[in-house]
Nanobody, 125 residues
Framework: QVQLVESGGGLVQAGGSLRLSCAAS????????MGWFRQAPGKERDFVSG????????YYTDSVKGRFTISRDNAKNTVYLQMNSLKPEDTAVYYC??????????????????WGQGTQVTVSS
């Protein structure tokens, strides 16, 4: 089992930046593909970005390509999401998730095994 704790959310003006962190404890972090999802009020939980076990492959939803960067440090058991040029439509609760059966991060939230508690990101216009 792995426990995930997100941090780094907050309130930022449009065009600003935030860096989210997700610290993992428990079993070996490097066996998990990791994903970042977000959920706005009244909406589905959507895939934002994902990273393979080794960190060698990264994936993004189209709306964040070129603005967000995912990375991981397996020695520190942490995955990051650097978010630049933030827009009001990026406002949501952001969750990190871990998936243990595939090397790549799935885009469907139902395929993930473990979740963090979420961190709120609010982008004002």
């Amino acid at each position: 089992q792995v426990q995930l704790v997100e941090s780094g959310g907050g309130l930022v003006q449009a065009g600003g930046s935030l860096r989210l962190s997700c610290a993992a404890s428990g079993r070996t972090f490097s066996v998990y593909a990791m994903g970042w999802f977000r959920q706005a009020p009244g909406k589905e939980r959507d895939f934002v970005s994902g990273i393979s076990r080794s960190g060698g492959s990264t994936y993004y939803t189209d709306s964040v390509k070129g603005r967000f960067t995912i990375s991981r440090d397996n020695a520190k058991n942490t995955v990051y999401l650097q978010m630049n040029s933030l827009k009001p439509e990026d406002t949501a609760v952001y969750y990190c998730a871990a998936e243990r059966t595939t090397w790549y991060p799935p885009r469907e939230y139902t395929e993930y095994d473990y979740w963090g508690q979420g961190t709120q990101v609010t982008v004002s216009s």
